[in-house]
């Protein structure tokens, strides 16, 4: 049984409701029955209402909901509602979730922040004559402006030509819009919405400018935005972003910042083309253009918004790995449609096989390509400041804001095309004692174990020594495994379709696209727990039964290390004659070498039984 709880607002204000959603899952594999949830209302708070369950009872402080029987993987969700009292801050950290089977547990703690006052907006309009945006000295107020702040106590207000402010009060934490109407007669010199973030017991202040349109200036304004969802457009909780510049030649004055609100103006004295351009904020991306040009009419008001991101951009390539050898290869196609995210964002690659991500941080980031039905991941390439974590994963470790990071790559191949190959390295410790090659109940899987395919695909074995390799069908295939520093391998065992080279090679015939083959499996020990015997099977030219130095190795023999008991352990020799076991200390073993072919002779003894 699982249950999470998260409170709607927070903060919020002194006596205002705080409604808590409680969702809870079966997560095991049987029906619990008689389930049931309980919360204790939190310290100086006052109960308001319940709803959710089969029915929901607030009794003694505590507010109790009946669910009945839940089958397996039933999830559902409940709400209590309280209204806060004069505590700073209420903690509901008291619930759980109960059935017949199980004992109560409980999920984490929820801590709501409580204000003793809400936030403050003062608006005020004003005769801009100058055409600057901003009140100066000797410019009046403006009368029969309609103010509206829609989650303000009282939204409404027009403006008379008395007042200087409007205050408005509002009682809602979060981001808010102030938007003012367009007398007859004038024109703009501020944006008709400011969006801004209401914060409680902050007062903020702002101005509307309006200039008579006998005035014989040319107006461009806009907003300056932190574009969140960085699809270029200005909505309505993107707030502005203040000090940035924003400059035209054309304009007199030619530059200018942006308010606290990441408003600006810029005025111009005759028409005609003018250039607009705005200067990134540190730490930040465009996601509008930079430079825009347009054309600027005297007595009239054009607007341009530019539009920035917080945190990195990640461009990079979806491919289709058609020889599967995990790179991307001249010729080898573009593939579209494959789903890539990265930490809170997602996107489609396009046509091309291009996708673009937009990343908010600090910390570091991953990156992971998502196969679509039908295909398989071969390889993920990391591009420029990145590393791979797998063949769907990417990460970049250190990224810094305002950076646009290229050259990630991920190769898919259709799964009809390919060959699967499936197996395990296995840490041939042996429960008892022997490092015999054999895959012993209890010995554990080996991660990070790097396994090659002659094909030119790796993998490293994951957390339980597993691994999954990706061929082109129509070749044989050579299967091969890297010892880990301080281990050496015990045997090979060759699954379906394969035959076994040596220790940590196996030979896999060709196969058609679509084929699983599994049962694969390499055996490693710590070298510093084995019994190392090397040696080699040669060419004795001159029959003395001694190696010389001009007697060449016999490559591909078959070579069989036996252990007194029954257990045999066949290799091949390797392309020099030389061969390689590791056994436990002291076990007692014998090992016999084929005669490699028939104009070959031997002595036919076998030997007997030594300890190591």
Not at 68 to 94: H, I, K, M, W, Y
Not at 269 to 287: D, E, F, M, N
Not at 302 to 330: C, K, L, P, S
Not at 395 to 400: Q, R, Y
């Amino acid at each position: 049984m699982q249950i999470d709880k998260y409170a709607l607002l927070d903060p919020v204000l002194r006596g205002a409701p705080i409604t808590y959603t409680l969702s809870y899952t079966n997560a095991g594999s049987l029906t619990a029955t008689g389930a049931w949830i309980s919360d204790v209302i939190p310290a100086d708070t006052t109960y308001v209402a319940c709803a959710g369950g089969s029915a929901c009872v607030f009794d003694g402080g505590i507010v109790t909901w009946t669910l009945g029987a839940l089958p397996p993987d039933a999830s559902d969700a409940v709400t209590l509602t309280v209204r806060a009292g004069e505590t700073f801050q209420v903690v509901n950290a008291q619930y759980g979730i109960h059935s017949a089977e199980t004992g109560p547990v409980s999920g984490a703690p929820v801590t709501t922040t409580v204000a003793a006052e809400p936030g403050h907006i003062d608006v005020y309009t004003f005769v801009d004559l100058n055409v600057n945006g901003v009140r100066d000295a000797g410019e009046a107020v403006l009368a029969g402006v309609a103010i509206t702040v829609p989650y303000a106590l009282d939204p409404f207000a027009v403006t008379d030509a008395i007042s200087r402010t409007y205050p408005f009060t509002v009682p809602v934490y979060g981001p808010m819009s102030v938007t003012t109407s367009l007398p007859d007669t004038y024109f703009r010199t501020t944006p008709e919405t400011v969006y801004l973030f209401n914060e409680f017991g902050v007062t903020q202040t702002l101005g509307f400018g309006y200039a008579p349109i006998t005035v014989t200036y040319a107006v461009i304004y806009g907003t300056v935005f932190a574009d969140a969802n960085h699809n270029g457009v200005w909505d309505a909780d993107e707030i502005g972003l203040p000090e940035v510049t924003v400059t035209s030649a054309e304009a007199s004055p030619t530059s200018t910042t942006t308010s606290a609100f990441g408003n600006y103006i810029l005025r111009f004295p005759i028409s005609g083309s003018v250039t607009l351009t705005a200067t990134t904020p540190a730490g930040y991306l465009a996601t509008t253009p930079e430079v825009v040009s347009t054309v600027a009419v005297t007595d009239a008001v054009d607007v341009v918004d530019f539009g920035y991101f917080a945190g990195i951009e990640v461009i990079g390539q979806t491919f289709d790995d058609i020889n599967v050898n995990g790179q991307w290869d001249a010729g080898e196609p573009s593939l579209g449609g494959v789903t890539v995210t990265g930490d809170g964002d997602s996107t489609l690659s396009d046509a091309t096989g291009v996708f673009t991500l937009h990343v908010a941080l600090d910390e570091p980031v991953l990156i992971a390509a998502d196969a679509p039905a039908g295909y398989v991941s071969t390889n993920a390439l990391p591009g420029a400041a990145m590393t791979r974590i797998d063949a769907q994963t990417l990460h970049i470790p250190t990224p810094v804001a305002g950076q646009t990071y290229t050259g990630g790559a991920f190769g898919l191949a259709s799964a009809g095309d390919v060959v699967t190959l499936t197996g395990h390295v296995w840490e041939d410790a042996s429960v008892t004692g022997l490092a015999n090659g054999v895959w012993d109940a209890g010995e554990p899987g080996l991660p990070g174990v790097l396994l090659s395919l002659s094909s030119g695909l790796t993998r490293t074995t994951d957390a339980a020594g597993a691994f999954t390799l990706y061929a082109p069908p129509g070749q044989a295939i050579t299967l091969t495994a890297t010892n880990l520093p301080e281990y050496v391998s015990t045997n090979a065992i060759a699954g379906a379709a394969a035959t076994k080279y040596d220790n940590d090679t196996l030979l896999v015939t060709a196969q058609t696209g679509g084929t699983t083959l599994d049962g694969y499996a390499f055996g490693d020990v710590r070298a510093d727990g084995v019994a190392v015997i090397t040696g080699a099977v040669f060419d004795d030219a001159d029959g003395d039964g001694a190696r010389d130095g001009d007697e060449a190795g016999l490559p591909g023999v078959t070579v069989t290390l036996e252990i007194d008991g029954g257990l045999s352990i066949p290799l091949v020799t390797d392309d020099n004659g030389d061969y390689r076991f590791a056994v436990a200390p002291g076990a007692a073993v014998r090992i016999t070498a084929a005669r490699p072919a028939p104009d070959y002779t031997d002595n036919g003894h076998k030997g007997t039984f030594s300890k190591v």
